[in-house]
């Protein structure tokens, strides 16, 4: 579907096409001092698939995500939103097509929960939808269940509330591409399966969904594909199951991994040997 704002005259494609491109780094490389924290690392990323990165500290997913959102811009190689590179995006066309929630959301202003969430919105300023306002903003903070907090101030929140608003912020904000780093990191074994199953939900609709996780096992679970990196490269990409393998991950992670199967079931399971 592509619209056309009545207020400007920006297009604005929200299309959600199972199978097409949702984001794509071609061989993108970024250095800093003379360091590749990146390191021609390709990857595609399709509309109604979750796909998880991981590796070690310091492996360069942040980096990697920063590349893919244009937050960062390579010193080597190519990044598309849809077909399109990214820089050809303006700023409001780039919010309108990808979401990012990033590892650390610092705001020291006391916006309330209420604030932040419909901050989410700006993008869309101008623009009508089926959906109200009010009601994505209700539906995003009962997703994430922050309802409760609405008139909180955001300093006030313990990590996992804050983490879950700016989690509510990214899905009211509706783009189709969300990238996700370490969501999960601050947030209870109930809250964590919440939020991978929130991500399933958007795919399912037609998202394409890029998540940075620590959990092997929430990836395996969670994610059609999981990326695994390590010194700015990507080591490996593909299916779960093709990708977590003992030696694979032992040598990854540089600790003895085990993978075995949850009984009766097919599910993966991945613990450090002890
Ligand atoms: P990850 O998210 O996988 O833990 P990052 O992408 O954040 O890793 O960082 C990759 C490496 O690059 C790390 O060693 C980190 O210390 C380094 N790094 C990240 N940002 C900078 C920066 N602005 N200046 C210097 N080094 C950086
Ligand atoms: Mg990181």
Redesign the pocket.
């Known amino acids: 579907m592509r619209l056309l704002s009545r207020t400007r005259t920006v297009a604005i494609d929200t299309a959600r096409e199972f199978g097409s491109v949702g984001v794509e780094a071609e061989d993108v490389g970024y250095a ?1 001092n003379g360091r590749n ?1 990146v390191d021609g690392v390709s990857l595609t990323v399709r509309h109604g698939e979750i796909v998880a990165v991981l ?1 070690p ?7 990697l995500l920063g590349l893919l959102t244009g937050d960062l811009t390579p010193h080597h190689g190519l990044v598309r939103i849809a077909d399109r590179p990214i820089a050809d995006y303006s700023q409001r066309e780039l919010a309108l097509r990808r979401g990012v929630l990033p590892q650390a959301v610092t705001l020291s202003f006391p916006f309330t929960v209420d604030e932040v969430v419909r901050m989410g919105r700006a993008p869309h300023a101008g623009l009508a939808y089926e959906e109200s306002e009010d009601e994505i903003v209700a539906r995003c903070l009962a997703e994430t269940d922050v309802s409760h907090l609405l008139e909180r101030a955001y300093p006030s929140l313990s990590g996992g509330e804050r983490a879950r608003v700016s989690l509510a912020r990214v899905l009211a904000q509706g783009a189709p591409v969300l990238f996700l780093d370490e969501p999960t990191a601050a947030l209870d074994l109930k809250h964590t399966e919440d939020v991978l199953r929130l991500a399933r939900a958007r795919a399912r609709k037609g998202d394409a969904v890029v998540i940075v996780l620590h959990d092997l096992n929430l990836a395996a679970a969670y994610a059609d594909r999981i990326a695994l ?1 390590a010194r700015g490269r990507l080591v490996a990409c593909g299916a779960p199951a093709e990708v977590c393998t003992a030696p694979l991950l032992s040598e990854l992670y540089g600790h003895p991994v085990d993978v075995m199967k949850r009984p009766g079931t097919d599910e993966l399971l991945i613990l450090p040997s002890r």
């Open positions: 800093i924290l590796g500290n310091g492996a360069g997913k942040s980096t990196m």
